[in-house]
């Protein structure tokens, strides 16, 4: 989501007339946009304004904007006296007014909803795999979770808004579409005639235009899975076999002090229905460890999870208590040695998973998107169908959507060659 809103904000900005620079010594104006999900993100924003701030022009424009700003307010005019605007993720097409007003100061951390996506001028090209918002907020309020405050209730974008933001997309560029929400598979829109739109009728709509290869949605809340969206992933070929349904904890007694509602047996159910639809499907879920009041026990059901489902691609964090979260006030929070080492566990054993996966690519022909070259400009990287990246030798005018055979693999990617 942040990945883009950056685009947004710097197409505004184009607008405005400005280029990109990557020196902050050179910038006219400078915007962190920022996270606020865990502890760290949001400590990371503060270190990083306070070097921004002695390496910058003196009368560059600096601020920020999205959750820490949102989280912070005004405070963070308190912390970094010579910030010129904190702005929300909901109201950085506010943007404009501190241009016009470069004296002044400019504090707004609005949940305006919906708004900044019909103010805001549309890109003029789409990156190869355009990210499409179709819902922000979430209404599952998480015990842990910060999302709720910072961005706000559940809303979802109109279905002819999305529409026209993909079909732009297409046809400026895009090859891959993914739609993103905080609890994207909670898509829902009913127009003025009262007819009810899902994620699955823009999913349909989508795989009808020529130019888009592949589709995908992130990230999903397990009993948001509903049957119509399970079938898509049989009856549509260009909706990718991967898919991120974040389970977070294997055990159902933290599921519930969590405030995630699911039986296990429903979310392994869905997952029992999904490889039904699509047999080659993979999952991939997020996972917080040392909840407060998780016991050994209660860890060793996440780590038997992991083993039951064999996730790809996932990722997991140490619970970190948040402000304006109901967890962050439970009595029987885990020491950090605990949290760490119950984190060793789950990744040495989720990586191990990953590496598994990719060794049993070898010999397989993947369909993989081109993202770009690595550092050394010696290698091209793809993406394959279930996210892994793929290293192949460069080459000029490389296709952006070819079938590579994977020679070799380690947990971090794989190796391939151009089959002709
Ligand atoms: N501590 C640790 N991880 C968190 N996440 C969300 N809130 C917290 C928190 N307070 C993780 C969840 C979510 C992902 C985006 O971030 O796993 O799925
Ligand atoms: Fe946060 Fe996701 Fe839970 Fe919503 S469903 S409250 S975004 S963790």
Request: aromatic residues 8%.
């Amino acid at each position: 989501m942040n990945v883009y809103d950056g685009w947004r904000i710097a197409s505004l900005l184009e607008h405005h007339g400005f280029v990109r620079t990557d020196a902050i010594p050179d910038a006219d104006i400078i915007i962190l946009n920022t996270c606020a999900v865990r502890a760290k993100a949001t400590d990371k924003v503060f270190s990083a304004l306070g070097r921004i701030r002695r390496a910058k022009k003196p009368n560059a424009l600096f601020g920020i904007v999205g959750c820490v700003a949102r989280e912070s307010g005004a405070d963070a005019f308190r912390r970094i006296p010579d910030l010129n605007f904190v702005l929300g993720p909901q109201s950085y097409h506010k943007l404009p007014q501190i241009l016009e007003n470069p004296d002044s100061r400019l504090l707004n951390i609005d949940l305006g909803g919906l708004e900044k996506f019909d103010e805001l001028p549309q890109m003029e090209r789409s990156p190869r795999v355009a990210y499409i918002p179709i819902q922000e907020g979430c209404n599952h309020v998480c015990t842990y979770c910060i999302v709720p405050y910072t961005r706000g209730r559940e809303i979802s974008r109109s279905f002819e808004s999305v529409m026209a933001e993909t079909l732009h997309a297409a046809k400026t560029g895009a090859i891959e579409i993914c739609f993103l929400g905080q609890n994207v598979n909670g898509y829902k829109f009913i127009d003025e005639n009262g007819t009810l739109y899902r994620l699955s009728d823009l999913i349909r709509e989508t795989a009808k235009i020529p130019e888009i290869m592949r589709i995908r949605f992130t990230s999903s809340y397990p009993t948001e899975m509903t049957d119509d969206l399970i079938d898509m992933f049989s009856i549509e070929p260009k909706l990718l076999p991967f898919l991120n349904m974040p389970i977070q904890s294997g055990s159902q007694n933290i599921l519930t002090r969590m405030n995630r509602p699911y039986s296990l047996e429903l979310y392994t159910d869905i997952i029992r229905k999904l490889k039904i639809a699509r047999p080659d499907i993979q999952i991939s879920s997020d996972f917080i460890v040392g909840f407060p009041g998780e016991t050994d026990s209660d860890f060793e059901q996440t780590m038997e999870i992991a083993k039951q489902i064999k996730y790809i691609n996932s990722y997991s964090f140490k619970y970190s208590p948040r402000p304006h979260t109901a967890a962050a006030l439970m009595q029987d929070q885990i020491p950090e040695n605990i949290k760490a080492a119950r984190l060793a566990k789950l990744d040495t054993y989720l990586n191990e998973v990953q590496r598994e996966f990719n060794e049993g690519c070898i010999d397989k022909t993947l369909s993989c998107l081109l993202e770009g070259t690595d550092k050394t400009g010696r290698h091209l990287v793809y993406r394959t169908p279930f996210m892994q990246q793929c290293i192949v030798e460069y080459r000029d005018n490389a296709p952006e959507l070819t079938d590579i055979k994977i020679t070799a693999a380690n947990k971090a990617s794989l190796r391939g060659k151009f089959i002709d």
